[in-house]
């Protein structure tokens, strides 16, 4: 079955630090999500990505967060000076609006600043 | 803004027990998922809804677009099910919102 493959699954980072937080999506999805989940606390959206583009952020999704897809396939999340409170889960998520319609989930990348 | 709420927050039950838990949401649509998050983290989606109902297994979803009410019930629940349950809502923006989850516990 198809999968979203996330790396790393855990990274540990010095505050003030850059991030890069990388998604390998589902071949034929056209819609990419980032999502993070803090310890205890709900599943909270960051960034959905369409057509090579950000189609809509939240709140959350400042200045120092950015997305991109390098190379067409990959598509990453970069935190460019780390914070303590960014420490959380962050998943990455595809979608495609026909077929099965399934959200699909990577497994994740912890990430913990220090 | 959309938003999610689920109910209960909470929820231990007996192995076998019929479980139902709710997600309302305030906005139009284009899409309910429901999905389950085990104690490691991961999470998968169940089903996605637009309308009417839905079963896999022992699971079945339903949605109802005039309320913006969905629901999820498990029958023969078992020690396995135990997990957290998230609702989130596809709006028409792309943007995914997602309640806070519900915490299934089934007791052996």
């Known amino acids: 079955e198809p999968e979203v493959t996330q790396t790393p699954s855990h990274q540990v980072t010095q505050m003030g630090q850059e991030v890069i937080l990388r998604c390998v999506p589902i071949s034929n999805h056209l819609y990419f999500y980032w999502y993070r989940q803090i310890l205890g606390q709900k599943v909270e959206f960051l960034v959905s990505f369409y057509n090579n583009e950000i189609s809509e952020k939240s ?32 998943f990455c998520a595809t979608w495609w609006t026909s077929g099965a319609n399934v959200l699909t989930f990577g497994a994740g990348s912890r990430l913990t600043v220090l | 803004k959309n938003e999610v709420e689920q109910s209960p927050q909470n929820l231990t039950a007996q192995e076998g027990e019929f479980i139902t838990i709710n997600c309302s949401y305030s906005v139009g649509i284009s899409a309910l998922h429901w999905l389950q998050q085990h104690p490691g983290g991961g999470i998968v989606s169940l089903f996605m809804l637009s309308s009417g109902k839905k079963k896999h297994g022992r699971l079945i979803a339903t949605i109802n677009i005039q309320e913006k009410h969905s629901s999820l019930h498990i029958t023969a629940s078992h020690p396995r099910d135990s997990a957290v349950y998230i609702c989130a809502v596809a709006g028409r923006d792309d943007k995914i919102i997602f309640g806070k989850g519900t915490r299934l516990h089934i007791l052996p």
């Open chain 1, 59 to 90: 709140e959350i999704f400042d200045d120092q967060f950015s997305v991109e897809r390098p190379d067409g396939s990959n598509f990453t999340l970069k935190i460019r000076s780390t914070k303590l409170e960014d420490s959380a889960m962050y």
